[in-house]
């Protein structure tokens, strides 16, 4: 059965403290790892896509990373502005391209 | 771009109630989701769509649970009737192609009293 499991449930940051968050996932024959952002009212906000493993994507302070395993969204040098959810999923097989099984998320809060 | 839009965005009513929720998906999408989020369970995929074609509905959770997509710009999620264990932030989601991203609403708040 396909999972995903993300790590810290929580996390909180001094402005300017670099972390990353994890997400660790089992599915046979992965079709695509998304990282989506979520703020409190807010639909989740989509963030990136990766294919296969050794792909990074950078955007602004967030880069992510995937191996066969796992994926990092690593955080450098955050804001107050990057406080939210963020989640991860995956895209495999069991339901093609068309399902998405998501993580818990990881809750980052970033204090000035 | 206009993004997904879901209506309403809170709704309140009392149990055995008709629920109706609506969504427009991102013009040019050809794929439409329903996701609900709870706490305890997360987002789960209800019901999705392709070519306004129902695909798989095996995510939702009883015969009380209806989805339908009359044309490529319109869905609903109609729940009759409505029990308390149905509080939960519905969303829609629609996407473009096959290994496209999927992107969401802003989401319906529904609370079943």
């Known amino acids: 059965e396909d999972q995903v499991t993300q790590s810290p449930e929580a996390l909180r940051l001094q402005e300017g403290e670099s972390s990353s968050l994890n997400c660790s996932y089992t599915v046979s024959g992965l079709r695509g790892l998304f990282w989506y952002r979520q703020d409190p009212g807010k639909g989740p906000e989509f963030l990136f896509t990766l294919y296969s493993a050794g792909e990074e994507k950078e955007k602004e302070r967030l880069k992510a990373t995937l191996t066969k395993k796992e994926s990092f969204l690593h955080i450098t040098a955050p804001k107050p502005e990057d406080s939210a959810t963020y989640l991860c999923?995956?895209?495999?097989?069991?339901?093609?391209?068309?399902?998405?099984?998501f993580g818990a998320g990881t809750r980052l809060a970033v204090h000035p | 771009d206009a993004g997904v839009i879901q209506s309403p965005r809170h709704e309140v009513t009392e149990m055995g109630q008709e629920v109706t929720l609506r969504c427009k998906p991102i013009?040019?999408?050809?794929?439409l989701f329903w996701y609900r989020q709870t706490m305890m369970r997360g987002l789960e995929l209800l019901i999705y769509f392709n070519n306004n074609v129902p695909i798989d509905d095996s995510g939702m959770p009883e015969d009380r649970f209806s989805a339908k997509m009359p044309n490529a710009s319109f869905s609903t999620l109609k729940i009759q009737p409505s029990e308390p264990r149905d509080s939960a932030v519905y969303f829609c989601a629609s996407r473009q192609g096959g290994n496209q991203p999927q992107h969401f609403g802003d989401g319906t708040r529904l609370s079943i009293l």
């Open positions: 999923a995956v895209q495999g097989p069991a339901g093609g391209y068309n399902k998405l099984i």
């Open positions: 013009s040019g999408h050809n794929s």
